[in-house]
């Protein structure tokens, strides 16, 4: 069967170039279209396109891609933002690394240029606190470059944007299910050139209310008294 693909996205001006270079590859490819200002028309591509009326928020869009992947028979798809950040030519990385319900995640390689300082930063925060919320450790717990199983749509998540791939994560492993870490390129455009909906007030508080959650949680599992 082919290997599946989704592919949330909100405004993106980049979006058909990342379905174009997936095109080059036997994929099969699900936008998720989180509620974007203007419709995305996707004509006569052979490419299944599931609508949200509203903003939803990422993570939502990624378990409506999710529903859909089961719907058509898949047992796992890859995400993709829509940034160009991942390289289609890297997919197979993950998939060769994928083990039945592993979350396979795409430890990005940040020694390349235009990478920012704060997403250096970012990405250290978080691994810090995923590997102390799990007991595992991570390389790239910000990566949305991933392999999930289907099985996601069992776990009780409660989050739904930027900080779904945090919670996913972390109650995957509270499940005793495997992660898998693949190093991966990656492409950082200049500044300039650079769009993203993080909105570092609003997300940064959502991270971390849900690492502290997560931290709550896991006290909890070591006592025996959280079930998830």
Not at 48 to 74: D, P, Q, R, S
Request: charged share 30%; hydrophobic share 35%.
């Amino acid at each position: 069967m082919k290997t599946c693909i989704v592919i949330p996205v909100y405004n993106s001006p980049f979006l058909f170039d990342v379905i174009n270079d997936l095109l080059t590859f036997d994929y099969k490819i699900i936008v998720v279209d989180d509620g974007s200002d203007s419709k995305i028309e996707i004509n006569d591509l052979d490419i299944t396109l599931v609508t949200h009326k509203i903003n939803m928020g990422k993570g939502e869009a990624i378990l409506t891609g999710a529903k859909k992947a089961k719907e058509l028979g898949f047992e796992y798809f890859v995400t993709m933002d829509a940034d160009k950040q991942h390289l289609s030519s890297e997919i197979s990385k993950l998939t060769n690394a994928y083990e039945e319900e592993s979350i396979v995640i795409g430890n990005r390689n940040f020694d390349n240029e235009n990478v920012p300082d704060s997403s250096k930063f970012g990405r250290k925060f978080s691994n810090f606190w995923v590997n102390l919320e799990t007991g595992r450790k991570f390389g790239d717990t910000q990566s949305g470059f991933r392999i999930y199983p289907v099985s996601i749509l069992e776990l009780k998540t409660s989050n739904r944007r930027f900080d779904f791939e945090i919670e996913v994560l972390v109650l995957h492993c509270y499940k005793k299910r495997k992660t898998i870490d693949v190093d991966v390129e990656c492409y950082y455009p200049p500044e300039n050139e650079r769009i993203s909906h993080f909105d570092k007030v609003k997300d940064n508080i959502r991270l971390s209310l849900v690492h502290s959650k997560l931290m709550i949680q896991r006290f909890l599992l070591l006592r025996g008294t959280f079930w998830y």
